[in-house]
């Protein structure tokens, strides 16, 4: 008798103390080297090797490696006014489209040891790795499949030649956090003399899946960029946004390696897409990837900038800018000005949460669970989530401000380990005890954020309105930024 008794004490303990389980996740899911490029959202490109001597944009590949000659290459430069500008990390043209090569690649002349550079000693990649160590950024590489200097372009020799510089790219210099592959391909070149057209089938020569191999073996934390991924998507265009409704998301099979089936789908990602492959944002801060003089007076303005971070990192992108570094081999006082510009005014405009630490309350809280609370949107722990039970599609929470508070910005986050869920969702404000919308949108993602007039308002009601299953949100801030003229 007193045993049952004991049993029953032990069986009602468990019971209680046990957790309601997490919702079950929602594939496709980001894999954890996309989690972490995630949470990279802002570094900078740089587009910098013979195309800069030679005032071009793609080189043709006949150009001699003594025209590549910069007069005071400083990486520590280019890393010190990155991470002044809050950038993450630096993807380098290791080579591009021309074929020359910022290393002393063992497979071929046409690079740097073959210039005046540091007497044919230097190395561009070493000295950026070295950098971006020393200021804490992550390097990244950009390798042109498409290559107008070398004569086996086109035949299975030259894979073999990208593989092995490849090779050389993920073996030599550390740790790699992305591998960049650009769909380009003119077809016209040097080719080693050839002078002529080569055309290739881009669904078959490169034998991509190989070539990943290789990356995956050698740098298994680094993503790979293309088109289509495997781990990270153009988005589309060059000039700078992805589209509101951005899905993290693209049928695989619409994408095989080459094959862009539609730029809109690159765009927008696919609703129901069969994999993660989530958009990053490339787009130069001139109107050129490389300098050229004639540009010193394009470089973009801080408002155009503005525009751009709203819509990448905004909308659930990542922003890659570039930064065509000049013949001196440093990044030019127009271009640094710049970024310093455009750092200190994202620091005005998110300095601070208004959000934060403010009760907020929620429709509904899955199993009545403090782990589930809606506490954890403001506690600025990324760990932790607001969620509901399985078979809400709609809930809301509410902020209450206590003050009449004016805000301009609305930044609210997925907790993406779970997968991309919200479909639609609106904002309101309580003004003068009256509810007002202040926007109603669409996909949310790792991240989004809204700009709109300012508000006063004393609640703040977030209404997740459809998605594809319970949402689970794990960030809402709120901030009033500084009125440039940036709207
Ligand atoms: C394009 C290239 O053709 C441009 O030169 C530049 O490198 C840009 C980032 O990608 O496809």
Redo the contacts with the bound molecule.
């Keep these: 008798m007193r045993s049952a008794y004991l049993i029953l004490i032990v069986a009602l303990t468990l019971f209680s103390c046990r957790e309601t389980p997490p919702p079950a996740p929602v594939g496709p899911l980001p894999s954890e080297r996309q989690l972490a490029w995630h949470q990279m959202e802002y570094y900078a ?1 740089v ?1 910098f090797s013979m195309n800069t001597f030679t005032n071009m ?2 080189g043709m590949g006949s150009e001699k490696p003594e025209q590549f000659n910069p007069t005071a290459l400083d990486c520590r430069q280019w890393a010190r006014i990155c991470k002044a500008a809050g950038m993450k990390g630096i993807i380098l ?1 290791a080579k ?2 021309d074929g020359f090569c910022l290393w002393p690649s063992a497979y071929t002349e046409h690079s740097v040891k073959n210039s005046p550079w540091e007497n044919g000693k230097g190395d561009v990649v070493k000295e950026l790795s070295e950098a971006c160590k020393e200021y804490g950024l992550k390097m990244g590489l ?1 390798l ?1 499949p498409w290559d107008r200097n070398h004569a086996d372009y086109g035949k299975p020799e030259y894979i073999t030649y990208y593989r092995n510089q490849m090779k050389e790219l993920m073996g030599n210099y550390g740790e790699i956090f992305e591998v960049w592959f ?3 391909n003119g077809g016209t070149g040097w080719y080693g003399g050839a002078n002529e057209e080569r055309r290739i089938d881009r669904t078959t020569y490169y034998d991509w899946e190989n070539t990943w191999k290789i990356v995956r073996e050698l740098q298994p934390g680094a993503v790979m960029f293309s088109d289509g991924g495997p781990d990270i998507r153009w988005v589309g265009n ?1 000039q700078g946004w992805a589209r509101p409704t951005n899905w993290s998301l693209l049928k695989k099979k619409d994408f095989a390696p080459g094959v862009v089936d539609n730029l809109e789908h690159l765009r927008a990602g696919q609703e129901d897409g069969t994999d993660w492959i989530p958009a990053e944002v ?1 787009v130069s801060i001139r109107p050129g ?1 490389f300098y050229h003089p004639a540009e010193d007076t394009l470089v973009k303005s801080l408002p155009k900038l503005l525009d751009i971070y709203y819509h990448s990192v905004g909308r659930n992108a990542n922003m890659l800018l ?1 930064i065509p570094v000049d013949q001196r081999g440093l990044i030019h006082e127009a271009d640094s000005a710049r970024l310093l510009e455009l750092a200190e005014a994202l620091k005005a405009g998110f300095a601070t949460d208004l959000a934060f630490g403010k009760k907020v309350t929620a429709t509904s809280i899955r199993g009545k669970s403090k782990h589930y609370g809606a506490a954890n949107v403001n506690d600025n722990n990324p760990a932790t989530y607001w969620t509901t039970g399985d078979s809400a599609k709609q809930a809301s929470l509410t902020i209450d401000m206590i003050n009449p508070t004016a805000f301009n910005r609305f930044l609210v986050q997925e907790f993406i380990p779970l997968g991309q869920r919200v479909k639609k969702f609106k904002i309101e404000a309580l003004v003068n005890d009256s509810w007002q919308t202040i926007a109603e949108e669409t996909t949310v993602g790792y991240k989004r954020i809204l700009r709109f007039p300012e508000v006063t308002a004393t609640k703040i009601r977030f209404s997740v309105e459809d998605a594809k299953a319970c949402p689970v949100i794990s960030n809402i801030q709120v901030f009033k930024a500084p009125e440039l003229s940036e709207e």
Aim: net charge negative; hydrophobic share 25%; charged share 25%.
């Design positions: 490109f587009h944009e793609w043209t591009h489209h950009y042109s650009d769909g380009a060059e490339d990837w570039n």
